[in-house]
């Protein structure tokens, strides 16, 4: 509508070519999101409601996604403790090596997740070298749920690093000084004035690294032992179903995930964009 | 509360920010730190407000308000009220959370009740003239209000001393002039000691009680405005506190030459750099047997009291500004392009080297 007003009163849109980006944008999407999407739900449709409800509600199958989400929210949890300190440090501190820190944040992006798995998987074994001091102390992580956590935690780390870093960035260090100057502890500035301000940022990226752990394979399956109904994760029980070629059953437990995943998002950026106003004057 | 510093000095890394300081702050004053930028006059600020700790040196240095010894004290003990060039306003929170912030950390203790915080909160926006917008969020008020919300809120915890890092720099001439003003009343009515910040040698004058130059680190002078202006102690002082102009030549005979300008002076042969005021230059139509300097008018700016007139000339480095009265302007009908000759009512002279009132001012 506004579109098309401002195209009457002429060319005043300064920047030019929206309908052309926004039509390649809305094709890429088409292709790369949408279509995978709709194919999934293609195979859905040669199964009836209760056959897709018995699939996603078979025993196994809803052991898995106790695992997969139990885990998935431990390690979203850790890794929002944890990734909002690394993002602290690497915005508030100068020390020798910190490009070196910074560049290694995107490392989990980058390495092949089964290359992650392998290499935790044998770390943390019985005869790894992080196993071989764990063990002893009864505490062990490869083959349980520990394992899967720890595994979804390395492959998710970078998104809360990378949401929560540029809004630190953002946030002068005078506020923390004026907080200090009015008589406020440590604990009480860090509570009532930066993280009021780092709370959008941290929940959008928990939110990330949880939805992402919910997918996760590969970095996974080499540590999980997957142990019918005690160390599957959901993602096991897909690629299980694929090599039964049972596409539709495949599809139906993929649908769950997807479900899930997607409730999840939307949630987190409503909720962001309620919070984001306010900051900016109910105007943003 | 008075301020007394001793020995301060601070470096970051090889830098010496700040050499070995001494300054005293008397009870009730408005003291400006006046100097341009890399002078040291934020770290010495910071420094007091405990933001900043100063360097360890041989000899020991002190920080005291009053009789209070706060070398040591974080700044959270400190209680002093500082307000910020860019505001530092909590921007998640209301005009009276933020102003009611510094009460509600208070330990239970000494902490007043709800009651009295949201009366003195409000007897604070009363103050700054923002009890209308104390519901509204940091973004939706102007750069003014803003300032002026930061300092409600560093006067709310009744700070000792108030400390202000440039806290107009970032406003419009306008509103900063309106703020200014505001904040001299301010300071009549409550009395309190405060510190602030500036770059601007006007804002510094206009403000101040007394007020402190400050260049690469050290303080070149203490004054009040008025014997700051008329008898600076060095040449840096005397070229910070306002526009000057630069004659600069050699002395031969009694005389300055320089190009095909010339002035008659009684000092020593060498070389000389003479220094003027913009109202000490006068302009004419002729030059007279002892002064021969033809400039040409390149700019004109008739706003205000007086006229504005840039000149220039081949023996000049940098162009010259005079101000002229307007019935002045109007006798020459000065316009762009035109030859006249510029005659100094006075000049003075600072001695190179040397950091002692080597001053001369003469009367031409």
Not at chain 2, 23 to 37: A, F, H, K, Q
Request: proline share 4%.
């Amino acid at each position: 509508m506004n579109q098309r007003a401002l195209r009457l009163t002429g060319n005043t849109r300064v920047l030019p070519g929206f309908g052309l980006s926004m039509g390649i944008s809305v094709l890429f999407i088409s292709l790369v999101l949408l279509l995978p999407i709709t194919g999934l739900f293609g195979q859905l449709a040669g199964l009836s409601l209760a056959q897709y409800w018995a699939i996603i509600t078979e025993g196994r199958v809803v052991a898995s996604y106790m695992v997969t989400i139990g885990a998935a929210a431990v390690a979203a949890l850790i890794n929002a403790v944890f990734g909002l300190l690394l993002a602290w440090v690497l915005v508030r501190y100068e020390f020798p090596g910190k490009r070196l820190l910074d560049a290694l944040m995107d490392l989990p992006f980058a390495l092949p997740t089964a290359v992650a798995g392998i290499t935790l998987a044998t770390l943390y074994a019985g005869n790894g070298w992080m196993g071989k001091l764990l063990e002893p102390l009864g505490f062990q992580v490869a083959y349980t749920w520990v394992g899967i956590a720890l595994a979804m935690a390395f492959t998710s780390i970078p998104f809360v690093v990378r949401t929560v870093q540029p809004v630190l960035e953002d946030l002068p260090a005078e506020v923390d000084e004026a907080a200090m100057s009015l008589g406020a502890t440590d604990a009480i500035a860090f509570r009532r004035v930066i993280m009021p301000h780092l709370w959008p940022a941290l929940v959008t990226g928990t939110g990330l690294a949880f939805v992402r752990s919910l997918g996760e394979f590969g970095a996974i399956i080499f540590i999980a032992g997957n142990m019918p109904y005690e160390t599957e994760i959901t993602a096991l029980m897909i690629f299980v179903k694929l090599q039964e070629y049972d596409y539709a059953g495949a599809s139906a437990i993929a649908s769950v995930v997807l479900f899930v995943s997607l409730a999840l998002l939307l949630a987190i950026n409503i909720w962001q964009g309620r919070f984001v106003r306010r900051l900016h004057g109910g105007k943003g | 509360m008075s301020i007394r510093l001793e020995n301060i000095a601070k470096h970051f890394g090889n830098t010496q920010a700040l050499e070995p300081v001494n300054l005293d702050i008397y009870e009730g004053e408005l003291v400006g730190l006046l100097g341009p930028s890399g002078s040291g006059k934020t770290t010495l600020l910071r420094i007091i407000a405990g933001l900043e700790s100063a360097d360890r040196t041989a000899q020991p240095s002190r920080i005291m308000f009053g009789e209070r010894d706060v070398t040591q004290v974080h700044v959270r003990d400190r209680r002093i009220g500082f307000v910020f060039q860019h505001y530092a306003l909590f921007r998640h929170m209301s005009v009276y959370d933020n102003v009611a912030f510094g009460l509600t950390v208070m330990p239970k203790k000494e902490r007043p009740s709800n009651g009295e915080i949201r009366a003195r909160v409000f007897r604070l926006l009363e103050m700054v003239q923002l009890e209308h917008l104390a519901k509204r969020y940091p973004a939706q008020l102007s750069g003014g209000q803003q300032q002026r919300v930061s300092l409600a809120r560093a006067l709310a915890v009744k700070p000792d001393v108030l400390l202000l890092d440039e806290p107009f720099g970032a406003l419009d001439a306008k509103v900063r002039q309106d703020l200014r003003r505001w904040l001299r009343r301010l300071h009549s009515e409550l009395n309190f000691t405060s510190v602030f910040v500036t770059h601007d040698q006007e804002e510094a004058l206009e403000l101040s009680d007394r007020v402190v130059v400050m260049s690469n680190g050290r303080i070149e002078q203490i004054d009040a405005p008025d014997t700051l202006y008329h008898s600076p102690k060095n040449r840096f002082v005397f070229e910070f506190l306002g526009d000057v102009n630069h004659l600069e030549g050699s002395v031969n005979n009694g005389v300055l030459t320089c190009g095909n300008a010339y002035l008659h002076v009684d000092l020593p042969d060498g070389p000389e750099e003479l220094l003027l005021r913009p109202h000490e230059v006068r302009l004419a139509e002729q030059a007279s047997d002892t002064c021969h300097l033809p400039v040409v008018v390149t700019a004109i700016s008739p706003v205000g009291a007086e006229v504005r007139v840039e000149l220039e000339a081949d023996w000049l480095a940098k162009p010259w500004l005079a101000t002229v009265r307007h019935a002045d302007f109007e006798r020459l009908a000065m316009k762009r392009g035109q030859h006249l000759f510029a005659h100094p009512r006075q000049w003075h002279r600072f001695e190179e080297n040397t950091q002692s009132a080597a001053r001369q001012t003469r009367t031409a």
